[in-house]
């Protein structure tokens, strides 16, 4: 499935590439923190350094937010 178990190295070199590593994993580890902030925590998990994303909590908390909009 599209969106589980992706390594975090794999993030931070194709979202920050011009970036050294430990500049990188602190922005990954920022923007994650406020992803965690708008989706929850669960929608987010990191296990043995991979990232997934739990679909049906994204969708939920999107649909949330833009009921506020």
Do not use: N
């Amino acid at each position: 499935m599209v969106g589980e178990h992706v390594p975090v190295d794999q993030l931070t070199v194709a979202l920050w590439p011009d970036s050294e590593g430990d500049a990188a994993y602190s922005a990954f580890t920022s923007a994650l923190h406020r992803l965690r902030g708008l989706l929850g925590g669960d929608a987010l998990p990191i296990r043995q350094k991979q990232l997934s994303l739990d679909p049906r909590r994204v969708w939920w908390a999107c649909r949330e937010l833009m009921s506020l909009l």
